[in-house]
Structures are given as C-alpha cells and as structure tokens.
C-alpha cells in the first residue's frame, strides 16, 4: 500500500500538471472504489476548476473551486496523468488539457467528492514531519499498545504505514512490540528522529517500488534499494550480521533484527 512517502511523490507529480486545469467531465465505472452516488458525483465534478493538490496522510486532497475531490490509492491504485487505459481504469477526468486516469486492479482503493474534507480525513492525527517530539510523546504514552501498531495508528500520526514502521524502528534501536506507553524519554525521541529521517529519505528516493506502485507520470521510486529490515527475512542485519526476523504485530508483518532492536 503507498504510505506517506509515495503519496507525497504522486501529489509533488500531479501538482504541475493540473493546478489549474479545468475538469469538463468525469467517467466514474468503478462502483467499488466510488463513494457515493457515481452519477451524482461526476454531476458535481464537472467545470470544477482544480485549485490546489494536497496530501493528508495516506489521501490525496485535490482542492477545488467548489469542493474536494479525495483519492486513497488501497493496495493498487495508480492515479496516472494522461495515462493509457485498461481493464483496470475505473475512472477518466477528462481535463480542458490532458486527463487524469484511476486505475485500480484490487480496487481497495477510494474517490470521494465532498463540499468539505471527509470527516475520517479531518480526524487524523499529525503529520509526522510537522508534529513536534513533545505532541509526540504525549500520543505515544496514551497507547498500551505496541509501538509498532501505535505507529500504524493513523490517529497517533498520519501516513506511516508499514514499510516505514519496520525501518524507523529499526533504525531507532527499539522492539516493535515494546508497549508504546513503557518507552522511556530517549528511546520515544529516538523514534521520532528516526522516523522523520527515514520518511524524508524516502521522498527524495521517490518513495518505495514493492510491487506496482508508480507517481503519476508513470516512474517508479527507488527507496526500495535502501531498505534495512522490510522484506528482509532471513536476510543478514547490515548492523551487526544477525539474520532479520518477520513476526506479527497487530495481524501485520513486521520485520526486525533480534540484536539490534531491544
């Protein structure tokens, strides 16, 4: 699933190409991934003009004269600036310059259109590059939770998913299944600071290619090649040597070496 990284990159894509930009009509096929009446909502899209392309979280908000159009891209979904169509296109913004084109082949991903932001994106918690290390600690002292699951928790912070749990963990020196409330003051400060490197790592790689993500003009990120845990199983600590576990936190996989992290 694209995290914060990868939407952000989408969203920095998009903005040049249709700020601006006038939307004359809106093909809306994919009934699982519309929320809401589809006519209804291409009735509403069209001769909207798009002001603005913004990100909160894991959505990205394109601001209109009147409105908000709201895109969670799920596991699969590719916004692509005139992109080319397929049996996965669920969605065609037809522009007064080019178009945008959804498309979703797990279709687990969300269109929204609403006068105001969706009242789930208006409820979550900071941005991790802006919340500061006391608001911070604060979240994490409430949570008996795991802190890996407290860091998934998009009401605690928005946009960290779980590639970028796994590595600022990591690289923070702390178990993810240490309860988010028992970490003392370094340790939570060694989450925050590593958190907000890595995530700002991997938006100048591009964000991180696993599978079938993209930006909307179509190229992959490399953040991948930088990965220390994630998707390491087995593999060698590039710290100390000792082979990355995979365990479960909270029904997720999660990567982490048994060394390192304590």
Wanted: aromatic share 6%; with cysteine.
């Amino acid at each position: 699933m694209p995290e914060l990284p990868e939407v952000e990159t989408v969203v920095r894509t998009l903005r040049p190409a249709i700020v601006g930009r006038r939307i004359l009509n809106a093909e809306l096929t994919g009934i699982r991934v519309i929320v809401g009446s589809a006519r209804k909502t291409a009735d509403a899209l069209a001769g909207r003009k798009i002001v603005a392309v913004e990100r909160h979280g894991k959505f990205i908000s394109i601001r209109l004269d009147r409105g908000f159009l709201v895109i969670h891209l799920g596991m699969t979904g590719r916004l692509l600036i005139d992109g080319a169509l397929s049996k996965w296109t669920h969605a065609i913004f037809t522009l007064d310059r080019g178009s945008l084109v959804y498309e979703d082949p797990r279709q687990f991903g969300r269109i929204e259109y609403g006068e105001e932001l969706p009242a789930r994106v208006a409820a979550l918690g900071p941005e991790p590059l802006e919340v500061t290390l006391e608001e911070f600690s604060r979240r994490l002292k409430l949570r008996k939770s795991p802190v890996k699951a407290v860091l998934l928790n998009q009401a605690v912070v928005r946009g960290v998913g779980n590639i970028y749990a796994d590595e600022a963990l990591f690289r923070a020196g702390v178990h993810p299944k240490r309860l988010a409330s028992s970490l003392g003051a370094d340790r939570v400060e060694r989450i925050y600071l590593a958190m907000r490197e890595v995530l700002t790592e991997a938006i100048e790689s591009r964000g991180s290619s696993i599978s079938n993500y993209v930006d909307a003009e179509g190229h992959r990120g490399s953040f991948q090649a930088a990965h220390r845990v994630y998707q390491r199983t087995g593999e060698p600590c590039v710290n100390c040597g000792a082979a990355i576990k995979r365990i479960l936190v909270g029904q997720r996989g999660t990567h982490y070496c048994p060394k390192c992290q304590r």
